[in-house]
């Protein structure tokens, strides 16, 4: 276990000096998350007809989306993808270490460095500043009871899994693709919408439920965010929960799998 | 003025036969563009589906800003790479080279590159705009057509300003400040709904500081022939898309004073 716990806290470490960048990132989502509000709350306000969800917990919805969005496989690790691309990977598969296991610790630590990097400011920004200003109505709410802010914590474990586990479904593609390009343009978009960053899923059409219900990516936004609200209790909680750690071994199997495949036909890049 | 033209033609045409060679990737870029660009007008169907209408406002007539606006986007972010990538450009003391050349520095950057995957996005919001106006059974007369046109021109230019500016920043910076994605990919993210449905100073701050209602709201406003909930008159309607060709201006103007303040990095 040591070697791979070596890797999570170094590139965990390295990741987080990149703060000017991670400041930029938290004007645009916070700009981000107000003109999503602005807009639910135009679509709220004019509308007579009763919707799933009461618009204080969407607000709540829509800044833990963008204090979150770190959890989400929106990019790659940026030395995996070098190192594929340059061929450098060969140094990487003599390593005595299990490789899945290794690429998931380096995912790991680009997803939490991310989120560490981005979830504190705008919580703070939103849970405590705005209160008191103009906006309150706007504000982020504090979780629904203990209860909820317990099973979110670990309904927040199971979706940093879940999106460790599709990231390096994108990083095990770039075996075959060899460029950044292919997936990593793709996934990032359908995750967006069916996650839930996009819009709210339980505001979707009840036709698309079922859908959305089956697909693996509301477990990273979806799941967690409406138990912290308290909008998903109870035995419909656990089950939410119980689907997405399933599909976040189901993942990590698939991509172990794919990984042995790739190696098998991996060209080494000269140079 | 025709000579710089045509080496513009030329750059671009250069540029669209190096991107070519990697097909593929070509292909899912665009694939990529196109996607994420459907998937926010998922959203904006699915948000409508849910509670019928946005203060009067349809889905397609707010299809009509979305596709406009878009459509203005992809123009503009396609050809101005050399711009989004200055920052770049600057720290690695590539502009000296830049300067030495017998043509002006904007030629020269907005030749560097015409992106040509942002066809996705491009594809995707004429979609959008082509389903809207059938939906709408909108007759385009020579006038509305015109209107249209100058929405969309006056658009491409408000955001090629702001990628000018964003470039323009980065002589004093040195690095390329990633705030200024709030006014492009936030300004793309605000005007595809009606202007008249945001808080007033946010309106007001797209209106005056960064004209994009001028070249979204407004226009389209006219083309659907309907009362404007913020009371501009008609006439209003159909010249504003010229504060975008004013606001390129400024902001050419702003790059040019940037240029008498650059000092080269040396590396």
Redesign the interface.
């Known amino acids: 276990m040591r070697p791979y716990l070596a890797i999570l806290s170094a590139r965990y470490r390295m990741l987080l000096q990149y703060r000017a960048?991670a400041l930029?990132?938290i004007?645009?989502q916070f700009?981000?998350g107000f003109?999503r509000i602005?807009?639910?709350g135009?679509?709220?306000?004019?509308?007579d007809?009763d919707?799933p969800m009461a618009f204080a917990a969407v607000v709540t919805y829509v800044w833990l989306g963008q204090a979150l969005l770190g959890m989400l496989p929106w990019n790659l690790e940026p030395e995996i993808e070098a190192m594929v691309r340059e061929g450098n990977v060969a140094f990487e598969l003599v390593r005595p270490v299990d490789l899945y296991s290794l690429w998931y610790m380096r995912t790991l630590a680009l997803r939490t460095a991310s989120t560490s990097l981005r979830a504190v400011p705008i919580v703070l920004l939103a849970g405590f500043v705005l209160p008191w200003t103009p906006l309150a109505d706007w504000a982020l709410a504090a979780p629904a009871g203990l209860a909820a802010a317990g099973l979110w914590m670990l309904a927040t474990v199971v979706a940093m899994a879940l999106g460790c586990a599709l990231t390096m479904l994108v990083h095990v593609s770039l075996m075959w693709t060899i460029?950044g390009?292919?997936l990593s343009?793709?996934v990032?978009?359908?995750v967006?919408?069916f996650s839930g960053m996009?819009?709210p899923l339980p505001?979707?059409?009840d036709v698309?439920q079922p859908l959305l219900h089956a697909l693996p990516f509301r477990g990273l936004v979806d799941v967690p965010l409406r138990i912290w609200a308290g909008h998903l209790e109870g035995a419909e909680a656990w089950t939410a929960l119980g689907g997405a750690a399933l599909w976040a071994l189901a993942l990590v199997a698939l991509g172990r799998f794919l990984l042995a495949r790739g190696c098998r036909r991996l060209v080494v890049q000269g140079g | 003025m025709t000579d710089s033209l045509r080496l513009w033609i030329r750059y671009m045409a250069l540029s669209v036969r190096a991107q070519m060679q990697y097909r593929a990737s070509f292909f899912l870029a665009a694939l990529g563009q196109f996607l994420g660009t459907a998937t926010e007008f998922a959203g904006i169907w699915a948000l409508f589906s849910r509670f019928g209408e946005l203060r009067d406002w349809t889905l397609w007539e707010v299809a009509l800003f979305y596709g406009v606006v878009n459509v203005a986007f992809a123009l503009a972010d396609a050809l101005s790479t050399g711009f989004d990538r200055f920052g770049d450009t600057v720290k690695r003391g590539h502009f000296d080279r830049l300067l030495v050349r017998p043509r002006s520095t904007v030629l020269q950057l907005a030749g560097q590159e015409l992106a040509f995957r942002r066809v996705g996005r491009l594809l995707q919001g004429a979609l959008v705009l082509g389903v809207a106006s059938a939906s709408l059974e909108l007759d385009w007369t020579a006038a509305r057509a015109a209107l249209l046109a100058a929405a969309i021109l006056g658009g491409a230019c408000v955001f090629f300003g702001l990628f000018v500016v964003h470039a323009t920043i980065a002589f004093w910076t040195i690095e390329s400040l990633e705030l200024m994605n709030t006014l492009t990919y936030g300004g793309v993210q605000t005007a595809q709904y009606p202007l008249s449905i945001y808080a007033a100073p946010f309106r007001r701050f797209f209106t005056f500081a960064v004209p994009l209602a001028c070249v979204a709201y407004f226009p389209v406003v006219a083309i659907l022939e309907r009362d404007d909930p913020l009371g501009s008159p008609f006439w209003l309607q159909c010249i504003a898309p010229l504060a975008g060709v004013v606001f390129l201006a400024a902001s050419l103007q702003f790059w040019r004073f940037g240029e008498r303040h650059y000092t080269s990095t040396g590396s």
């Open positions: 960048a930029a990132g004007t645009t700009f981000w003109i602005m807009i639910l135009a679509f709220y306000a004019a509308s007809v919707p460029s390009d292919g343009r793709v990032p978009s359908l967006s919408v996009v819009v505001l979707f059409p698309l």
